[in-house]
């Protein structure tokens, strides 16, 4: 009898742990992905959303066994608690089993815990203050930080004739990260950096800041403002008369940001930037994202959050792929630290111990070609990895 109980009670257990495997393999792999897709960074989700869908139109919807369903969640941008909430909200709720997105570092900063917390790789597709990574063991990041751009756009202006430089930036941690690794670097090669002017998050009124770069007359400007905001102050670097001035522009390729780029006229032509994307990268595999992208985005241009974007849902697929489409948040993570692959942007790796992107960088300068406006690149810098 005993035996008989036994035997039938080892049944029901081994019955339960075979059909386990097969229950994770067909329920939806869930991924929670948080945007800014109303209010002033509307732009950045976006661009995002479209990379995620034109990732899975171009390679399936299946990875390692499992069917990934996104689940989109709306912070506004400018609303940290928001964002932790969702977060919060999607992990316990929804189950899902992965965070993504992360349009802006006080937001990446606000869900940092919750992915320590429950344990969930959390994807930062943007945000890209340098000590982001540091936040949470579970954060992978698939965007680039600002130091990787600021530090070869100094070397090359300091080689090209440009002795001294007005900075300006956004007045919030990318901002910080921005000006500290262009000055310190410009003033290492020996160039002078006689005002650097800070301007407000939200709502920024450039017209006294860019009088006072014209009473310094430096030989250029460099600016750091964050994606979508490059329009508004191109166009009163202009209106300013800072061209005619003498005064270059350079920066970091968030002010070019390929989303607008076409609108913002001739006043942008000659800009000099550095950054890890240009939708002109000439590869094949740029030109296949691209397509994706129109497909699922008519009228629209991918810019680098959109690379951030795609690249994140690469990365979630081959931790899939490798842990036969588990849900453990540490066999993902694990899966997805070191990993290798060759991005519409150039090669990139996720750094085995930072968590962060390892990338090519490029000095680009902005054209006129066939009636569009691109950001030509020109020079690359390879594999560059934040120091911290
Ligand atoms: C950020 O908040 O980290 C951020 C936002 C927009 C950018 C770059 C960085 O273009």
Known sequence: MNAIITRRALGGAAAVALARPALAQGLAFRIGLILPMTGPFASTGRQVDAAVKAYLRQHGDTFGGRKVEILLRDDTGVAPDVTRRHAQE???????????GFGLTPLALAAAPVATEAKL?????????????????????TAFSLPLACQPMADWAFRNNIKSVVTLVTDFAPGLDSEKAFKERFERAGGQVPLTLRTPLRNPDYAPFLQRVRDARPDALFIFVPSGEGAALTKQFAERGLPE???????TGDVVDDDILNDMGDSVLGAITCHHYSAAHDSAENRAFADAFRAVAPGMRQNFMAAGGYDGM?????????????DDG???????RGLSWTSPRGPVTIDQQSRDIVQDMYIRRTERRDGQIWNIEFDTIRQVRDEG
């Open 90 to 100: 999607l992990a316990t709720r929804e189950r899902v089993r992965t965070l993504m």
């Open 121 to 141: 790789p959390m994807i930062v597709t943007c945000a890209a203050t340098s000590f982001i990574p540091q936040r949470s063991p579970f954060i992978l990041r």
């Open 245 to 251: 001035a003498g005064v270059k522009l350079i920066g």
């Open 314 to 326: 690469h990365l979630v697929g081959e931790m899939l792929k490798r842990t036969n489409g588990s």
């Open 330 to 336: 540490e066999r993902l993570l694990a899966a997805g």
